[in-house]
């Protein structure tokens, strides 16, 4: 079946990076945008990233700009996040999430389950 | 960039009531716009596209209405399962903001 799994979250020290991966499986990745959300605690949803079926479009909010990088590597039907310069806000739990507009940007109708990230010393 | 407001922030409600959340958007997006409910402690999930369109396996209860800036979702009879937190995102670019949501409880 359609499916999204998130991985590589886990504590991290302030300043320092880490990469999550989302495994997708049961459709034809290379034909949709991919995205990352993330929800801090008790709080609401926030979107992070965008990344085009191929790769050539990626776009972020102010809050993550030059820190953030998608990708993906369609070989591997993965999306990937790599997150430099943590800060504690940062701190959250990240979820993947597919559009499901091929052409045109669509509603996210597919969900990974979610990893955490948190960011202390 | 857009930027939506969902109200109330906060529906206190019974089962088998209606309950009418809304989104209004700082610009027209259109009929781009997108319903999720989250549950506590559950993955979001989409509940409404392109503004009045049910995702496969939602059921009737729920619908969507509006267009431009103001936009509605409605639950006609909430049953308990219903009682969760809800978001609007207008999808009319690549870019995903969300509302801040609205919760509906008992």
């Known amino acids: 079946q359609v499916q999204l799994v998130e991985s590589g979250g886990g504590v991290v020290q302030p300043g320092r990076s880490l990469r999550l991966s989302c495994a997708a499986s049961?459709?034809?990745?290379?034909?949709?945008?991919m995205h990352w959300v993330r929800q801090a605690p008790g709080k609401g949803l926030e979107w992070v990233a965008v990344?085009?079926?191929?790769?050539?479009?990626?776009y972020y909010p102010d809050s993550v700009t030059g820190r953030f990088t998608i990708s993906r590597d369609n070989s591997k039907n993965t999306l990937y996040l790599q997150m430099d310069s943590l800060r504690p806000e940062d701190t959250a739990v990240y979820y993947c999430?597919?559009?499901?507009?091929?052409?045109?940007?669509?509603?996210?109708?597919?969900w990974g389950p979610g990893t955490p990230v948190t960011v202390s010393s | 960039e857009i930027v939506l407001t969902q109200s109330p922030a906060t529906l206190s409600l019974s089962p088998g009531e209606r309950a009418t959340l809304s989104c209004r958007a700082s610009?027209?997006?259109?009929?781009?716009l997108a319903w999720y409910q989250q549950r506590r402690g559950q993955t979001p999930r989409l509940l409404i596209y392109?503004?009045?369109k049910r995702a496969t396996g939602i059921p009737p209860r729920f619908s969507g209405s509006g267009s431009g800036t103001d936009f509605t979702l409605t639950i006609s009879s909430l049953e308990p399962e219903d009682f969760a937190v809800y978001y609007c995102?207008?999808?009319?670019?690549?870019?995903?903001?969300f509302g801040q949501g609205t919760k509906v409880e008992i």
């Open positions: 999430a597919r559009d499901g507009g091929q052409v045109a940007a669509d509603a996210f109708d597919v």
């Open positions: 049961g459709f034809t990745f290379t034909r949709f945008a």
């Open positions: 990344i085009s079926y191929d790769g050539s479009h990626v």
């Open positions: 610009q027209s997006v259109s009929r781009s």
């Open positions: 392109d503004a009045s």
């Open positions: 995102q207008p999808r009319n670019s690549w870019r995903g903001t």
